[in-house]
């Protein structure tokens, strides 16, 4: 098919054909004559692909061309080449655009995303929050933006006194008196807190035999994962139909040989788990160490020190607790705060005050620690905008920001749970709410429908089948940055759908999104064997005979 530059468009794939680049398995809306809620309210398939305003966006490889530049380069000058004959010697065929070609090829593809300055974005236990724009400015500010963590100390003063504030704020916040910076997710941070619990259980001379360590069947993935690469032996503690961890299942398991246990609080269930002191308390006495998975923290930041607790290490993502953008795994930032049992095996690089300056102490004092994380000392960026969001709200807004959170989420529960079932009854939860999908027996419709049937109201799906404890899972968290007027028309849609699923529109559903710029992707596909190499289409015979 061609447009009306006379080149191929976007070849993307119709409802049966393979995908050709990009996310295996995507399909394209549908053409009007096929079925499905768009084709019946008439919707057609346009001769550019677009949809209105919203482009349909072909790859640079497509719509680029090699001999096609923006920018006007002079001929490089003469030079002898110093590659012992490993230089290219012809082009590599790179695709050019004109510049406002290029403008509107990246611009038209950020519009293809959906992000927390799109809309809510109910993605449970990923606390998609707004970050504010004054802790952005901040971050790129050149005294940090611009430094390099080669530079010598005296010159980077301000850089780490922010570090070292950052870090007073966390262990006040957490009630804990030390913290590690470097790690840079949550993730990471939990190798850290486990690393050091390992540390300290090999400077007791127990490393051969204290080798269990305990993770409730509820936990987020990371928790076990974690476990197992450092050599330990899982234990699940068996979940209730509560949707906390009891004292009672923990006991039993407790012996000689068990490291710590592993205690998500707030739990991914979205529920404060109130046995967590007396779990520390158990732990304790038989020797082991309380780790607690803080991922969930913007809960009760300002209203429980998880130190009071008993806990003994916690990562805290920065990503998701102190508004910092999130992202795969690099970006973020995981700080582990630290008890004074655990405190000696912190790694390097810390801060230490010598006369007027701050250090960084590169080198190990304690030969036991578990010594360097990462290159360098963290995220820089990230503890500037966390420091920023802390001072901005203070300690009363910190506060209010976790009330606002657990209320937000409250509400949505109030407002739907007449129509969706809690799968652990009627009661207050936390930042998220979960429901699972009991509603759903015998509509036809099941989790996975119902979420995608939410793009075509233009929201991104809550979190599905996560936790694994509840069957269909659907976790929301609305964060404390919607107001009262988006949750509103968020819940006035989900209600919306719910009445739908129960009347028995299950084609709005099991074919949605009809609406999207892509239908409903293979998803296993998408994740197992993307299409990551572009291979150029056959010429067409129409273009080859007018050249
Ligand atoms: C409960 C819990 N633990 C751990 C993590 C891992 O954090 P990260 O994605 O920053 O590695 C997450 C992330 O969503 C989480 O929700």
């Not at 490089?76 to 004109?98: D, M, N, Q, V, Y």
């Not at 923990?250 to 739990?267: C, D, F, Q, R, W």
């Amino acid at each position: 098919m061609l447009n009306r530059q006379g080149r191929p468009t976007s070849i993307r794939p119709l409802a049966d054909e393979p995908a050709v680049a990009g996310a295996a398995g995507s399909e394209r809306p549908p053409a009007s004559a096929s079925g499905g809620a768009a084709a019946a309210s008439g919707i057609p398939q346009t001769f550019t692909g677009n949809r209105g305003l919203v482009q349909e966006e072909p790859l640079i490889f497509e719509i680029g061309r090699p001999d096609v530049s923006g920018i006007d380069l002079d001929e490089p000058e003469a030079f002898e080449p110093r590659l012992g004959g490993l230089e290219r010697t012809a082009p590599i065929g790179l695709p050019g655009l004109s510049e406002p070609e290029t403008m509107r090829h990246y611009v038209r593809l950020s519009q293809g995303n959906y992000g927390i300055d799109t809309g809510l974005f109910p993605l449970g236990s990923c606390t998609m929050k707004h970050n504010a724009r004054l802790n952005e400015r901040m971050a790129r500010l050149p005294g940090f933006a611009d430094i390099h963590p080669l530079q010598p100390v005296s010159t980077v003063q301000g850089a780490l006194e922010l570090m070292s504030e950052l870090a007073r704020y966390l262990t006040t916040l957490t009630g804990m008196p030390a913290v590690a910076l470097q790690p840079k997710a949550g993730a990471h941070g939990e190798l850290l807190g486990m690393m050091a619990i390992k540390a300290a259980i090999a400077a007791r001379g127990e490393a051969e035999t204290r080798n269990v360590v305990l993770v409730p069947d509820s936990a987020h993935g990371t928790n076990p994962a974690t476990a197992a690469l450092l050599g330990f032996t899982v234990k699940s503690v068996p979940a209730r139909d509560d949707g906390w961890v009891h004292l009672a299942d923990v006991k039993p398991l407790l012996g000689p040989e068990i490291a710590a246990i592993m205690l998500t609080n707030p739990n991914t269930c979205g529920l404060f788990e109130p046995r967590a002191a007396e779990i520390a308390e158990a732990i304790h006495g038989a020797g082991g160490y309380f780790y607690c998975d803080g991922a969930n923290f913007n809960a009760i930041v300002g209203k429980v020190r998880p130190g009071d607790l008993g806990v003994d290490a916690m990562h805290i993502n920065l990503h998701k607790t102190f508004s910092t953008p999130h992202g795969g795994g690099g970006p973020g930032a995981g700080p582990v705060a630290l008890s004074e049992r655990l405190a000696p095996f912190a790694p390097v690089p810390f801060l230490r005050q010598e006369d007027d300056a701050l250090q960084l102490v590169e080198d190990a004092e304690n030969p036991e620690a578990v010594g360097r994380m990462t290159a360098f000392h963290g995220q820089m960026g990230m503890f500037v905008r966390a420091l920023a969001y802390m001072l901005s709200h203070g300690s009363d807004g910190m506060r209010q920001a976790s009330e606002d959170a657990v209320l937000n989420a409250n509400y949505v529960r109030a407002c739907l749970s007449d129509l969706m079932s809690l799968p652990f009854g009627d009661k207050p939860c936390m930042h998220e709410v979960l429901f699972d999908d009991a509603w759903l027996k015998d509509t036809g419709v099941t989790t996975l429908d119902f979420a995608k049937a939410m793009i075509d109201e233009g929201y991104h799906p809550m979190t599905m089948y996560f936790p694994l404890v509840v069957h269909g899972a659907m976790l929301i968290e609305p964060t404390e940055s919607e107001s009262k007027a988006s949750l509103d028309l968020f819940i006035a849609a989900l209600r919306d759908l719910a009445f739908a699923a129960k009347r028995g529109e299950t084609e709005r559903f099991t074919g949605a999104p009809y609406l999207a710029p892509r239908r409903r992707l293979d998803e296993t596909r998408a994740a197992r064997q993307p299409v990551l190499r572009w291979t150029p289409p056959a010429p067409i015979p129409a273009l080859q005979a007018a050249e």
